[in-house]
């Protein structure tokens, strides 16, 4: 168990991703499930009152010792803001306003994006179309490990280690796996953070805004909520790449562990995603699951057959073209 992990490779397969057809399959025998891909009416308020909520807490921090305020930042703030960019996930798939208003959908994400701290909403967009398109394709999908993760996080420590560094892989690995233009709307982004980021700076001083950042670096490290990451689709089990989580983090997740029915109807927005099980439930209570987000933490770091190398990686034919 105190040795590398066992695989020295992905698991690499030579099928299409399966959600296209389970998704062909689900809406010929429910057409009942068109009805799920409506715009979440409640997204642009509980969003705009988390926003509300870390600019409140910005206020309260100034007074803070820097202890208290990096404990208020991943037990609280960590919380919070890793839950904003899970609205901003949702938010992606044009769930706020619906596919008629892309532009208010990506605004309102960069909206969300205030207390992260550092511009992400729209980068996020442009690569996580590519995830759900090319789940697991050589060289599309960012959201596979890079070869030198693989080899060097091969240990329990270094495992450990890799999942408090998972902010600055999931920063890093778009510009080395897949690296693209920047666009308009992420110039926007940046710019728009930059000035919030100021304007709070000037108006409460460093801490804050320290505050805001250590929130989004602790909260999307080491942190309970960050089980997500690796319980989606990191192969636990041979032959599955993807998993859900029904247990309670779903609550302030957006419903992210629904993960399987996701991926199967991307433009449901995270609150109608169990009604998805609801209708169809032969198509998931068999598959295999996770029971706690805590557990899968601990199973990825002291389980050898597990590592950034289990996961299921495929050839796409877009891939082949590029090379």
């Known amino acids: 168990m105190g040795n590398s992990a066992g695989r020295s490779d992905f698991e690499w397969v030579y099928t299409d991703q399966p959600h296209t057809q389970r998704r062909k399959e689900m809406l010929a025998k429910y057409p009942a499930i068109k009805a799920l891909m409506r715009p979440d009416p409640h997204l642009k308020w509980t969003v705009t009152g988390m926003v509300l909520v870390q600019l409140l807490a910005c206020w309260l921090v100034q007074g803070l010792a820097w202890r208290w305020l990096f404990f208020w930042a991943y037990a609280f703030g960590g919380c919070v803001n890793h839950s904003l960019t899970l609205a901003i996930h949702d938010i992606s798939h044009n769930t706020a306003f619906g596919t008629g208003r ?43 490990p890079t070869r030198f993760e693989g080899w060097l996080f091969c240990t329990p420590a270094r495992k ?132 706690s987000w805590v557990k899968v933490l601990w199973d990825f770091v002291f389980d050898d057959s597990l590592g950034p190398f289990a996961r299921v990686k495929r050839v796409c034919k877009l891939a082949e073209n590029r090379l």
Not at 130 to 135: F, I, M, N, S, V
Not at 180 to 197: G, H, I, S, Y
């Open 102 to 144: 892309a532009a208010h959908n990506r605004w309102f994400a960069i909206f969300a994006n205030l207390p992260v701290g550092l511009p992400y909403a729209a980068s996020f967009k442009k690569y996580h179309v590519d995830h759900h398109r090319y789940l697991g394709g050589d060289g599309l999908d960012v959201d596979i």
């Open 160 to 291: 450990l280690l890799w999942l408090v560094l998972q902010p600055f892989f999931y920063a890093l690995r778009p510009l080395c796996v897949h690296p693209k233009a920047m666009t308009r709307m992420e110039l926007c982004n940046a710019l728009v953070q930059l000035a919030a980021d100021a304007a709070i700076y000037a108006l409460w001083g460093l801490k804050p805004v320290v505050y805001l950042l250590a929130s989004s670096l602790l909260g999307l490290g080491l942190h309970p909520i960050s089980g997500h990451f690796v319980a989606e689709h990191y192969m636990f089990l041979k032959g599955h790449e993807t998993y859900s989580y029904y247990g309670p983090l779903n609550w302030i997740t957006f419903n992210v562990g629904y993960h399987m029915e996701h991926h199967d109807f991307p433009s449901i927005p995270g609150c109608n995603l169990p009604l998805v099980r609801k209708i169809a439930p032969e198509y998931y209570d068999h598959l295999p699951q996770h029971h």
